[in-house]
C-alpha cells in the first residue's frame, strides 16, 4: 500500500470563516474511507482542494506526490454533491465526452451499467428522474479506472433502494488498487463497506481511524461513535 | 485536448446559436417573399412593412445574442455548476480560454456571414445584382488608383476585425475572472472591473492628448518627420499605423488572456 492523498496544514478560510484549520491527513490506497461529518464541517470544501476547485488558504495537498492540476484530474474521479451536467445532453453524449477527455474512462462498463437501469443512451438529462440522474453521474465517475475517487454525499436524498444501489456500483466497479473517499452524514448506510473513517469537525479532523480499530478500541460501531463525538 | 474541447464547444455554441440563425434566415425569406406581390390593401403595406421591421430586429437581436452566447459560455461553463466538470477534465487553463476565445470569434464571424446572406436574400433580384455591381465598381476604382494596396487594405480590415472581436472577448473574460476573486456577488464584480478598465482607458487617452498638446519640440519634430514620410510613402504609413494598432489590440488582449488563466489556474474558488 502507498500513499495516495497527503495534506499538510491544509487551511482554507471564506473570509473571516474558517473551513479548514491546518489539516494533516495521510490516506493510503486500496481503501474505503469514509468522510464523516455534520453540514459545514468542511467535508466539501476539502473534497473541491483535492479536485483543483478551491484553492487553499495555506497548506498544501497532494495527490499520488502531486499537487492538484492537469496529471492529478487524469487520476482523480470526482462526484459533486450536486448536479453538474448539462441537462441537454443526453446520457450517450456524456459518455462520449468523458471518453474524450479521460483516458481511463471505460464506455462499454459505463454503456452496460444503463443498459442495467433501463435508461437508454438517447435519454435526455433533463428527462430523467432525480435518483436516475444521479445514478448516471455515478455511472460516469465509477466507469473510470482512477487512482482515487472522491464521492461528495453520493446517497444523500435517495431513496433506500438507490443507496443500495449507489454503494453496490462502488463496491464492484472501483478499481481494487485505487480508493475512494466518501463524503456522507448517512454513516449507517454506508458502514457495512468503510474500511477507515475520518471524522471530521468544525474544519479539524477529530478522527481518523479504521473501522476495526473503533470496535476494538470503543466498542462501538461507526454510527454509534459518531453519534457520540457529534453530540450536541 | 484542443481539439476535443473545440469540438464540444461547438456543439455547445453551436446548439445556441443555431435556432437563432436559422429564425433570422426565415425572416429574410419572409421579408423577400412580400415583396413580390402588388397590392394597394392597407392591411398588406402593414404586412409588408412589419416583415421588414422583424426581420431588422431579428439582425440585431442576432448580434447581440452572439455576444451573450459568447459571455455566457464562458462564465457558466467556467464559474457556474457545469464549472465542476469543465474544471476537472484534465485540461490546461490555456487551452480552455483558448478554445472558448476561438469559438466565440468564430461564431461572431458566422453571425455576420449569416446577416450578409439574410441581408442578399432580402434583396435578391435586381437591387441585389445592383449592389454586386457597385462593389465590384468600387474595387475596380480603387484598384486603379492605388493598385496592390487595396487587396492589402481589405485583408487588413478582416484581420482587424477578427482582431477585435478576439480582443472584445478576452477583455469580457478578463473581466468575469478578475470578479470571480471577489468574496460575494461576483458578477457585480466583474461589471464592476469592466468599469474600471473604461475609466483607465479613458484616463489614458486623456493623458496621451494633453502629452501631445504640450507641444513638446522632439514630438512636433517627430510628427513633421512623420508627415513629410506620409507624403512620399503614404500607404507605407497607413498600413504601419493599421498594424501598430492591431499589435496594440493583440498586446493588450495578451494581458487580459493572461490575467484570466493566472486566476483559473492559481486563483479558482468554485464554491
Known amino acids: 500500500m502507498s500513499e495516495l492523498l497527503r495534506c499538510e496544514h491544509l487551511t482554507k478560510n471564506y473570509g473571516g470563516v474558517i473551513a479548514l484549520n491546518s489539516i494533516d491527513l495521510t490516506v493510503e490506497s486500496g481503501k474505503i474511507i469514509g468522510l464523516l461529518g455534520p453540514n459545514g464541517s468542511g467535508k466539501t470544501t476539502l473534497i473541491k482542494i483535492i479536485n483543483g476547485l478551491l484553492t487553499p488558504t495555506s497548506g498544501k495537498v497532494f495527490i499520488n506526490g502531486n499537487e492538484p492540476g492537469v496529471l492529478t484530474k487524469t487520476q482523480v474521479a470526482y462526484l459533486p454533491d450536486n448536479s453538474y451536467l448539462n441537462n441537454w445532453m443526453t446520457a450517450g453524449q456524456i459518455i462520449k465526452m468523458f471518453s474524450d477527455f479521460y483516458a481511463d474512462f471505460r464506455p462499454q462498463l459505463a454503456l452496460e451499467m444503463l443498459e442495467r437501469l433501463g435508461i437508454s443512451p438517447e435519454a435526455k438529462l433533463k428527462n430523467l428522474s432525480k435518483g436516475n440522474k444521479e445514478k448516471v453521474c455515478l455511472i460516469l465517475v465509477m466507469s473510470r479506472n482512477a487512482l482515487l475517487y472522491v464521492l461528495d454525499e453520493p446517497i444523500a436524498g435517495v431513496d433506500p433502494a438507490t443507496r443500495d444501489y449507489v454503494i453496490s456500483t462502488i463496491i464492484n466497479n472501483y478499481n481494487p488498487e485505487a480508493s475512494v473517499i466518501i463524503s456522507t452524514h448517512l454513516i449507517a448506510d454506508i458502514e457495512q463497506v468503510l474500511d477507515e473513517v475520518i471524522f471530521i469537525n468544525q474544519g479539524r479532523v477529530a478522527l481518523h481511524k479504521t473501522v476495526d480499530e473503533i470496535r476494538e478500541e470503543n466498542g462501538k460501531s461507526v454510527d454509534e461513535l459518531f453519534r457520540e463525538v457529534f453530540k450536541w | ?271
Open chain 2, 1 to 271: 485536448m484542443v481539439r476535443k474541447l473545440l469540438k464540444h464547444e461547438t456543439l455547445a455554441f453551436g446548439r445556441s446559436m443555431l435556432p437563432m440563425w436559422v429564425i433570422l434566415l426565415g425572416m429574410s425569406v419572409f421579408a423577400r417573399i412580400v415583396q413580390f406581390f402588388e397590392s394597394d390593401s392597407t392591411v398588406y403595406d402593414i404586412v409588408r412593412g412589419s416583415a421588414f421591421t422583424v426581420f431588422g430586429i431579428s439582425v440585431a437581436v442576432c448580434l447581440v445574442m452572439t455576444v451573450v452566447v459568447c459571455i455566457k459560455r464562458f462564465y457558466v461553463n467556467m464559474f457556474t455548476g457545469e464549472g465542476y466538470l469543465t474544471m476537472t477534465l484534465p485540461v490546461t487553463a490555456e487551452q480552455h480560454i483558448f478554445s472558448k476565445l476561438l469559438i466565440s470569434v468564430a461564431g461572431f464571424v458566422a453571425s455576420i456571414i449569416v446577416v450578409l446572406v439574410a441581408l442578399c436574400i432580402t434583396s435578391l433580384g435586381e437591387v441585389l445584382v445592383e449592389v454586386f455591381k457597385a462593389i465590384g465598381y468600387l474595387f475596380d476604382k480603387m484598384y486603379q488608383q492605388i493598385g496592390f494596396h487595396s487587396v492589402v487594405f481589405i485583408i487588413e480590415f478582416i484581420i482587424i476585425l477578427l482582431v477585435l472581436a478576439a480582443y472584445q472577448m478576452l477583455l469580457f473574460y478578463g473581466c468575469i475572472s478578475v470578479g470571480q476573486l471577489a468574496r460575494k456577488n461576483r458578477v457585480l464584480a466583474a461589471f464592476g472591473a469592466y468599469f474600471a478598465l473604461y475609466v483607465i482607458e479613458q484616463i489614458l487617452g486623456t493623458i496621451m492628448v494633453i502629452f501631445v498638446s504640450l507641444q513638446m519640440n522632439w514630438l512636433t519634430s517627430l510628427f513633421e518627420k512623420l508627415e513629410l514620410y506620409a507624403i512620399k510613402h503614404p500607404y507605407v504609413v497607413a498600413h504601419g499605423g493599421i498594424w501598430i494598432g492591431i499589435g496594440l489590440y493583440v498586446v493588450i488582449g495578451a494581458v487580459f488572456f493572461f490575467v484570466s488563466r493566472y486566476i483559473i489556474k492559481n486563483r479558482l474558488n468554485l464554491e
